[in-house]
Structures are given as C-alpha cells and as structure tokens.
C-alpha cells in the first residue's frame, strides 16, 4: 500500500489506542513494527508486547528499538504464533492485529476468536483489514489480492458480519468504519473493527452511539 494510506491506518489505530487510555498493548503480527515503534516512541504506554511468526522480522524490529532513544515503555518481543499466544497475556488493556487476519487460513479464524477473544480477552481489540472494494483504485486485478501472502480479503460487508459475530460469541461490543482514505463508494484502502469487552449482556453488538460503516 502507498505510503500516505499506510500512514494513515497506523493513525487511526494509534487513535483508538490513545482513546482508551491504553497501558498495556499486545500487537498480535507486529511485523517489522512500525506500529510498535510509534507507541514505544510517545511512551504512553507502560507494557507493550509484539508477537510475530517471522524471526527476520523481528530481528529488524528489535534493531528498530536498538536505534531509538531509550523508550519509557517496557517492550518484549515474542517469535510465537498468535494462535498460542500464552496465557500470561490474558488481560491486556488493548490487543491490535493490523492487516493481519487476511494471512490466516479461512480454517484458523475460528482458533483465533477463541483465543483472543476466547482466552486472552483483551479489554479492547482493534483489528484492521484490506477492503476488497478499494482494489480496484490500488490497480489489482479482479483475480489477485493485494499480497501474495494473503489468504482472503473481504469487503465491507463480509467483514461486518464477521465482526458482529464474533463479538455476539464473546461478549464484546464492536463498531467498524472505513480507514486509509474514503471513496465515497468503495470505502477506505482498508477497515476497522474495535470491540471493546461489554460489561453487561445487554451491551453485546455495536456500541451505542456509534455509526456501523
């Protein structure tokens, strides 16, 4: 994704998470942490965690780290799968999976609600994704996805009905909205869900309030 639009969907997750007043974070797929870096950076955050498959990856994360000025944030890294993630991350403040769920066999997406949401029961998730109906501004053909690595992408619609399922199943209040630029017919590059934990049963669904894109 161009430069500007990746920008911007790390903004708008950086958003959510200052919102919420976040002091402990997982980010579930770091990657080479460009999310990471940023929250260790501004130094909000007490504990972060970064998790990731790709020991290269995190590799290059950690010589990130290395090169900026001492963080008052506390950062680990662990080279696990998200799907076993271990139980002493139950109970984080915020869990963030940013354009990771599309590299998931369609098999595993269950394995992954029960043990976010399931096990793990961050008191937010924020979970990005690429909009299949932006591809066509971004010259993807029909065909294709966008990476060679990804196993599905959804459009908005899908992955509406996704989220409020597995927010109904576990007892979290969700809302979803189009980020990284908004065409008025095709949505932004990517979405966004965020469930927050409900704290009664009859908060289960979409927030109150809050618009479903």
Not at 22 to 31: A, E, I, M, V, Y
Not at 157 to 164: D, E, L, N, Q, S
Not at 194 to 206: I, P, Q, R, Y
Request: hydrophobic letters at 45%; charged letters at 25%; glycine letters at 8%.
């Amino acid at each position: 994704m161009t430069g500007f639009l990746h920008q911007q969907r790390l903004d708008a997750v950086l958003d959510v998470i200052r919102q919420r007043s976040t002091r402990s974070l997982l980010d579930l797929g770091c990657g080479d942490g460009d999310l990471l870096v940023a929250i260790a950076r501004e130094g909000r955050v007490e504990r972060i965690v970064g998790v990731d498959l790709c020991a290269r990856s995190l590799a290059r994360l950690r010589a990130r780290l290395a090169a900026e000025e001492p963080a008052r944030s506390e950062v680990e890294l662990l080279h696990v799968s998200l799907l076993d993630a271990p139980d002493r991350l139950r109970g984080f403040d915020c869990a963030v999976l940013v354009e990771t769920i599309e590299h998931l066999d369609a098999g595993q997406l269950g394995a992954f609600e029960r043990t976010i949401l399931g096990r793990l029961r961050p008191q937010t998730l924020v979970v990005t994704t690429p909009n299949a109906e932006f591809n066509v501004l971004l010259g993807v053909p029909a065909h294709r996805f966008r990476h060679p690595d990804h196993r599905f992408e959804w459009d908005r619609a899908r992955f509406r009905a996704w989220a409020y399922g597995v927010a109904g199943r576990h007892r979290y209040a969700v809302s979803c909205c189009d980020i990284a630029g908004r065409h008025p017919q095709l949505g932004g590059a990517s979405q966004m869900a965020v469930f927050d934990l409900a704290s009664t049963e009859s908060s289960v669904g979409a927030r109150p309030g809050t618009a479903i894109l």
